[in-house]
């Protein structure tokens, strides 16, 4: 099941808040969460269920074990037991067919390639199981006693499959006791419905026009027509993945939950290093934290652990190498930023460092859709010009040109969106007398009722709408 779906809108999600809210205890209301989360995942994986339910068990009881034999100096033991079976699951569902292809290609042997369909969400409630032993084991937290309220935590429905990565530590206190607040639940439907939009009327039209260019050859695309492309996939990745985590903390706050932002506008940053402190900073802070910062073979090693974090981090987005290239890509400019200095990178030209860091951007998000290597080298030559010297490419061409004046309207608002301009509308409502603060709620109900409509209307034809990080 996925958030923008009638089903979900209208179906689901009615009657879980419904029950919950019937409820008069977090008990009984962490029960009502715990079977809607599971019946949420087994909508669409109805087998892979009993792995979540399996490895929520498998942390919960090792952390607990953790704890137990602090003292005896056995805890790191039974941590690395426990991340080595998550790491497992991941090899095993995720990467095992990559690696037996490459073995293939490489060695010239007929190894059979397994065909595992991938559980969704697999990598996010690996991580956040990865990060509540890491923190047991450093006594960030106590390990949960109940395991129920462990597997509500691993398993809640609003962040379960496409993030963000929310730690034990920002939700333990809330498993335990949360109140109802009619304000956190206006906040919350407020911000999923934003959501919903950012998917349904951005994303959604935004990844058509990619598909028309994208989708098929691309060797004969312009030079121009391959920069237009690659920026509104940009634009569609954040919208898609944005509007998530958006419905993602929305709906945890409708619930009681305050999960960490996962989005920051990243589009405003100057430089590579501060657009990964914006872009997906659940998974940015948990490579940080739990890889970056580790000492390798007893020493902590600066730039091995930074390369090593990007090849993570690009594994971790799919068992492809064009996902390690994309990785290692970014590595490799933030290593140059870090040799720079942030000192000097301050005193760079405004204009310059917007438009090195807008290029590099768009770059990446090219290396990042083309799983097909040949495709990728095709891209690569339309973007650096070299289509233009070696295939005879043209700069541009009226299909490209066509399709941006077609859709100006649609980009524009894509651009202007991604920009801070909602948080200063919002404080200029807020930071008013009470006059102007109740016009601004009033505004904001109706506009976003207005997106829900609109929201609708797009999803009664649409049979199959998931979001890009489900594949993930």
């Known amino acids: 099941m996925v958030f923008s779906s009638l089903y979900f809108i209208y179906l689901f999600l009615p009657i879980v808040f419904a029950a919950y809210y019937l409820c008069k205890t977090t008990h009984s209301r962490n029960i009502v969460l715990v079977i809607a989360s599971l019946v949420f995942y087994a909508w669409g994986e109805p087998v892979w269920v009993l792995l979540l339910v399996f490895s929520a068990f498998m942390n919960w009881f090792f952390a607990l074990m953790i704890g137990r034999y602090r003292e005896a100096g056995k805890s790191k033991l039974f941590a690395a037991a426990a991340i080595t079976v998550d790491l497992l699951f991941l090899l ?21 390639v397994p065909q595992i369909r991938m559980p969704i969400g697999i990598s996010f409630f690996t991580f956040q199981a990865i990060s509540y032993i890491m923190d047991c084991l450093w006594e960030t937290v106590e390990p949960q006693p109940k395991f129920g309220r462990f597997l509500l935590y691993l398993s809640l429905f609003p962040q379960l499959v496409a993030g963000p990565i929310v730690r034990y530590s920002v939700i333990q206190d809330e498993i335990a006791k949360r109140r109802i607040d009619p304000v956190l639940v206006s906040e919350g439907a407020l911000r999923a419905i934003l959501g919903v939009s950012k998917k349904v009327i951005v994303a959604n039209n935004l990844y058509a026009i990619v598909e028309q260019f994208f989708g098929g050859d691309i060797t004969k695309l312009s030079f121009l027509g391959t920069w237009y492309t690659v920026i509104l996939y940009s634009l569609y990745v954040y919208f898609d993945f944005s509007g998530y985590s958006d419905i993602a903390i929305g709906l945890g706050k409708m619930f009681g939950f305050h999960f960490n932002e996962n989005f920051n506008y990243p589009f405003i940053c100057r430089n590579i290093s501060e657009f990964w402190q914006r872009w997906h900073i659940s998974l940015s802070t948990f490579f940080r934290d739990y890889l970056f910062y580790v000492p390798i073979f007893g020493k902590q090693r600066k ?26 890509y970014f590595g490799i400019f933030i290593f140059i930023e870090t040799k720079i200095g942030k000192k000097r990178l301050k005193k760079w030209n405004t204009v310059l460092t917007h438009l090195y860091s807008k290029i590099i951007i768009a770059i990446g998000f090219g290396i990042f859709y083309f799983t097909d290597l040949s495709r990728l080298g095709s891209f690569l030559l339309n973007i650096t010009g070299l289509g233009m010297v070696i295939r005879g490419n043209a700069f541009a061409d009226q299909i490209s040109w066509g399709s941006f004046l077609g859709n100006i309207f649609l980009i524009a608002f894509a651009v202007a969106v991604s920009m801070p301009i909602l948080p200063k509308i919002k404080k200029f409502f807020e930071s008013g007398d009470n006059r102007r603060y109740a016009a601004g709620k009033i505004a904001a109900t109706v506009g976003c009722c207005a997106l829900l409509i609109v929201s609708s209307i797009l999803l009664v034809d649409s049979t199959n709408n998931p979001f890009l990080y489900f594949r993930f």
């Open 303 to 328: 730039y091995f652990n930074l390369f090593l974090v990007w090849f993570c981090t690009g594994m971790w987005h799919g068992a492809s190498w064009n996902f390690i290239f994309w990785g290692l």
């Open 92 to 112: 095993v569902f995720k990467y095992s067919g990559f690696f037996v292809e490459n073995i293939n290609g490489l060695f010239g042997v007929s190894i059979p």
